[in-house]
């Protein structure tokens, strides 16, 4: 089915470890975005991709890095994780002018402890 | 000015009735006004969408109503359904990719 796909759908980490979050999409979209979503609070964009080969900072890129792969792979990493980054990180992707809305994953439940 | 209000936090309506959530924006210079429906475990779906040349888009039980003088849009849904019980995201964007969303609203429809 097309769509975009997260791995891993659940994690937990220990303080100071490092992980990527994994996102693929079949829909040849051009954009693509990380956001997190923690209660109260609703989706921050982390970091998104207008394009293949270019990356940009969104609100809360601090403790995350990212890499445009190819035009279907977007992946989020955690260098050193901390209890702040306890979340649910959505992927998702949209045509050049997002017209059509986004298409999200459907999560990543990442636990810091 | 890049925030986007919504309220209320929370809704409960019985089935059948209306349920309202409002948005309000501060930067003029957004041109795309979607709304999105995620339920528990799931991505959110764009539900609906509007842009500010339009005052009212109206997709089945689902309308958009937009006010481009007081910068505030609205999503009316009508004949409630218990199925409809989820969060509603509205967001808004500035003729780039990246949107800014609401908070988001519980909505939740007793049977």
């Known amino acids: 089915n097309a769509g975009v796909t997260q791995t891993p759908k659940f994690q937990v980490l220990k303080t100071g470890q490092s992980m990527t979050l994994q996102c693929a999409q079949d829909?040849?979209?051009?954009?693509m975005y990380w956001y997190r979503q923690d209660p109260g609070m609703g989706l921050r964009l982390i970091y998104y991709?207008?394009?293949?080969?270019?990356?940009d900072k969104g609100e809360v890129p601090n403790g995350y890095n990212v890499s445009r792969l190819n035009k279907r792979e977007f992946s989020l990493r955690l260098e050193s994780a901390a209890p702040s980054q306890t979340s649910v990180y959505f992927c998702?992707?949209?045509?050049?002018?997002?017209?059509?809305?986004?298409?999200f994953g459907s999560g990543t439940r990442l636990t810091v402890v | 000015q890049q925030q986007v209000k919504q309220s209320p936090q929370s809704l409960i309506v019985q089935k059948g009735g209306i349920s309202i959530i409002n948005c309000a924006y501060e930067n003029t210079a957004f041109d795309y006004f979607p709304w999105y429906q995620q339920f528990p475990g799931k991505g959110p779906a764009l539900l609906i969408a509007?842009?500010?040349?339009?005052s009212e888009k109206k997709e089945g039980r689902f309308t958009i109503s937009f006010n481009k003088s007081a910068k505030q849009f609205s999503l009316h849904i009508m004949d409630s359904q218990p199925g409809d019980s989820a969060t509603y995201f509205c967001a808004a964007s500035q003729g780039t990719y990246k949107y800014i969303f609401g908070t988001g609203t519980r909505l939740k429809v007793l049977a």
């Open positions: 991709s207008a394009s293949e080969g270019t990356t």
């Open positions: 998702a992707s949209s045509e050049a002018r997002g017209d059509y809305g986004y298409t």
């Open positions: 829909m040849n979209h051009n954009s």
């Open positions: 509007i842009r500010p040349d339009v």
